[in-house]
Each structure stands twice: as C-alpha cells, then as structure tokens.
C-alpha cells in the first residue's frame, strides 16, 4: 500500500483517495483484530496498534524529503568519490599489555538533555599532555558524539611533533569500532576516520584502536568522559558537528505522527480531542 508513496502521497488530499485507502486498511485490521465488522476503523488502528495509513504516508513522505532532498543538516552518507579504498582496514587490538605506543589518546563522548559532548585526554609516555572537548548539536547521538572524539583526536595528533609516531585510541564504544571495520557502512564521521588514519599512515605514523570498558577505573577514559559532559553543559562551546542521523529523523518523525494521530483531527468530524493517551 505504501509503495512509490512519496511518488502519489499528494493525492490524499481529495477524500475519495483517502478513504479508498482507510477502507483497504480496515479489511486488514479487520482480520488482524477478529474484531466484528461494525468497529470502526478508529478504533481498530488503536486496538492493533497500528498508524492509520494517511497520517503513515504523510510520514513516509516526509522521511523521503528529508533524506533525499536538499536538506542540509541530515547526515548523508559520504560521497561515493570520497571512499576509501576497500583494501584499507582499521587495525583494532585486543589488550595492550606492555604497550609500544609512546601517544595514546582516550575517547569519549556523552548526551543528556544538557546536550552532546565529545572529550578527549592524550598522553605522552603516559603523561598527560592535551585535553580536548567538543559540543555537537543537541540532536546528535552518542555514537556520533564517539566517533567526533576519535576523529578530532587524529586531527590533533597529527599536528603534533613527535619522533615516535605510534598511536593508540582508546575507546569503550564497541559500534564505533564494528562501524570502523564494515566495509559496507559509509557514514560521514566514519569515512572522515579513515580517511584521517590514510593520512597519517602515508606520513609514517601507526595508528591502532583499542575498546576498552567504560567506567572501569581507567584514568584516560574517566578524563575523556568528563571533558565530554563539560562539553554537553557548556552552551558556549560553539558546535562542531551540526549532522542529523537518520534514525532521530525517522524517531522525530514517528513521534509526530502519534501525536497528530491520538489528537484524532484526521478523522471525520474530529473535535480534536484525544482519542487515547
């Protein structure tokens, strides 16, 4: 019922094509709720927990505006020109016993409903040198909020003057790690990752990843996650990173849409009262 919908969603505006559909959605909430055929179709889509189709299409075709029109604050994927080589790989090691790397840098980031924070603490031969923090826009998640930190992290090592030039991340967000190694995710602060990493490789440096435990003790980690809530408080830090992923879109979105349903001013004769809470 829904396919093409962004295509014919325009017709829904004459009630003879919206009631065609509500009556084809009633025969299938019919049969889903065993309900008698005297119910109505209001009261059906509440019993299935189902959206009524024309408050879905609006829906649906909002979602298309959105993340295939000109919208500039949605996060797109990254360019097709601007991949990386399918060849490369983020090296990702499993303890760090005796560890070679002369810099390492603990990741973090942090959302409330302050805001969205990313810190960052990097050690020198485990002496603490720099301490980074960043605010992202409110509507950004956690994992971008990871994933800014490990990113602004390498822009910062590389500027760095070091004869030793062996790094190691550290970050307790296991999906940024998994996001990092599947060849087939393409978002744009991963992409930027490695395409960062690409950089430093070809100028010597040794870039390696390491996940560990979150609030497990570790010094670096418990820094990283306070300078990413100080970030999340402070409304005077500009935003660096404004993007919105998908999945708050289509979240927003889907809250709208009960909304608009349980206000009930869809339905014939609607007096705009809730129809359920």
């Known amino acids: 019922m829904r396919y093409g919908t962004p295509v014919w969603k325009s017709v829904l505006k004459r009630h003879c094509y919206k009631a065609k559909l509500i009556r084809i959605q ?15 179709n209001e009261a059906l889509c509440i019993i299935n927990g189902i959206t009524p189709i024309n408050i879905k299409i609006e829906e649906i075709g909002k979602l298309y505006e959105i993340t295939k029109g000109g919208e500039t604050q949605y996060d797109k994927e990254m360019e097709k020109e601007n991949w990386n080589h ?6 990702i090691i499993e303890r760090n016993a005796d560890s070679p790397h002369y810099i390492q840098a603990y990741t973090d980031g942090s959302k409330s ?4 924070g990313a810190g960052i603490a990097i050690y020198q031969d485990n002496n603490l040198t720099s301490t980074l923090k960043y605010r992202l826009n409110e509507r ?8 800014m930190a490990i990113l602004k992290a390498l822009e ?6 070091s004869c030793d030039k062996v790094v190691l991340i550290h970050t307790d967000s296991q999906i940024t790690l998994q996001l990092l190694q599947n060849k087939k995710k393409h978002t744009r602060l991963i992409e930027r990752i490695r395409t960062k990493i690409t950089e430093m490789e070809q100028h010597a440096w040794r870039v390696e990843s390491i996940w560990i435990k979150a609030h497990a003790g570790h010094r670096g980690n ?8 100080e970030a999340a408080n402070n409304k005077n830090i500009e935003e660096s990173y404004t993007k919105i992923p998908k999945s ?13 349903w349980q206000m009930g001013k869809h339905y014939k004769g609607s007096n705009n009262k809730t129809l359920f809470s």
Do not use: D, W
């Open 248 to 260: 708050v879109i289509l979240n927003e979105l889907k809250e709208k849409s009960v909304k608009q």
């Open 86 to 91: 399918p060849a490369f790989h983020v090296k």
């Open 156 to 161: 910062h090592i590389q500027n760095m003057e």
């Open 222 to 229: 418990e820094m990283a996650y306070q300078l990413a809530k």
């Open 113 to 116: 409903e302050a805001g969205v």
């Open 140 to 147: 950004c998640t956690n994992n971008q909020a990871e994933q």
């Open 26 to 40: 009633r025969l299938i909430n019919l049969r889903m709720a065993k309900a008698y055929r005297t119910v109505s």
